[in-house]
């Protein structure tokens, strides 16, 4: 999967730890699985990082709406809707309050409730790899 998301800080707390606010559009590779299905969804968090140098520790909450779709007649009325509610924890190496390049890396843990066709599904994620690559300006 990939997602492309604007980050904006919405205020810096006393210790100069921002609180960020990011929206994306996500997207699966194609044959991104060997029944065909695909996702598109649209990723929103709100989050904090913690560190005064350019290592971070960051964590968040998130939700995240996907759809599902395939174009095999096979697996058309499998296509579903996932409402995905996250927690990251990761690393991050940024500047504060600089431009420049910055990355991070570490995980999501969560769950999702889907319908499909006619009862909602509930499963609990395990973790997701979250690497990110971004420039701030």
């Known amino acids: 999967m990939f997602s492309i998301n604007y980050e904006r800080t919405l205020t810096y707390t006393k210790e ?4 960020l606010l990011s929206i ?5 590779t194609p044959n991104f699985n060997s029944h065909g299905f695909n996702w ?3 990723p929103v968090w709100i989050s904090t990082y913690y560190g005064h140098n350019k290592s971070h ?4 909450f998130g939700y995240w709406w996907t ?20 927690i990251k924890v990761c ?5 504060l309050k600089n431009n420049g390049l910055n990355f991070r890396i570490g995980a999501e843990f969560g769950f999702y ?3 499909t066709g006619d009862y909602w599904d509930t499963d609990i994620i395990g973790s997701l790899l979250l690497i990110s ?3 701030s300006f």
């Open 16 to 19: 100069n730890n921002p609180f």
């Open 24 to 28: 994306g559009l996500s997207h699966t």
């Open 40 to 42: 598109y969804g649209v």
């Open 57 to 60: 520790f960051e964590t968040g």
């Open 67 to 86: 759809k599902s779709y395939n174009q095999n007649e096979f697996y058309k009325d499998k296509n579903r809707t996932e409402n995905t509610f996250l």
């Open 91 to 95: 690393y991050r190496y940024q500047k």
């Open 113 to 115: 409730r889907s319908f």
């Open 133 to 135: 690559i971004g420039y």
